[in-house]
């Protein structure tokens, strides 16, 4: 700029500043939608509990919103006062204006608003901790280390074990009956519910009504030691029919092995001891420590959710079993012969 005046130089760097400005806000407006999108992105999906398919998670969703409406009314009222203070009127204010401000803004408002809101959330508490009508179904579940023990109860006694999935009948009230032998858990199926502790030496009660049928997910909400962030579930409302189909079905014992591979599968099931640990029901397999097998290749997923359902995820479960869960007290099984693991993986795979 050798050959430029001073006010020439001025104009340019005023030029070329107002142009970086205009550069990084677009930049800045780029980020805050991409960030806006991703969190938005956040709102559905089978764990979003704003993302309702059962009556409590809708009563609590309007809560949310409420929360995250009023949130942004305040956000805007102060903000536009902070630019009224700073830009339209930054000469002093009287001691009688600031003291209104401090007296109304800082005590009065936050005390109405929130008094509102504790109100508005107890009003919401008997309607969430409504029980399920008498002679609604009754599932007891257990928190075990680290997976679910999930036992349908017939109403004379009986009951049908599965382990790490649910299924419900669409727009039926469901009592959910929680414990657990030795550490807390907490139950939680964020598109149908609150969450509820499992509580050693203690039942707690849960009513679940979906109002929409689909696949959705539960997670442990309280850490409960080494593999608690794989403690997963899977929780599918279905249709009326489907779901007495399903549960038909589920009370009748294993389907016999088909094929030699899975007959070769059985044999080494019983022969390693797998049955010391697992049941399956109709083979004398009959063991009460881990999770009950009769239908387990129907499940829509292994290990507590952190599998996919195919007989190589069968394969790799028994071969990794400590990798993939660590604290898991089942232990790997990879000393076994590949040949082995993939005919109990196919016999267990042909469990559905
Ligand atoms: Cu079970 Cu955390």
Redesign the pocket.
Known sequence: MGGLTASQRRLASARSGRICCRRQGRKVGSLVVLGSLLVLAGCSGPLSTLDAAGRGAERIATLFWWLAASAILIWVAVIGLTVYAVRLRPEPHSQRAAKLLIIGGGVALPTLVLAGYLVYGLSLLPDLLQPAPPGSLRIAVT?EQ?WWRVRYLAPDGEAVELANELRLPVGEPVEVLLDSPDVI??FWIPSLAGKLDMIPGRVNRMALEPTKTGVFQGA??????TA?AL?RFYVAVEEKEKFARWLARQKQPAQAAAGPLARRGQELFLANGCGACHAIRGTPAEGVIGPDLTHVGGRLSLGAGILPNEADDFLRWMARTEDLKPGVHMPSFGMLPTQHLRALAAYLDGLE
Do not use: N, V
């Open positions: 928190g680290w858990h907490s442990c909400a309280e850490y409960c030691g608690h403690m």
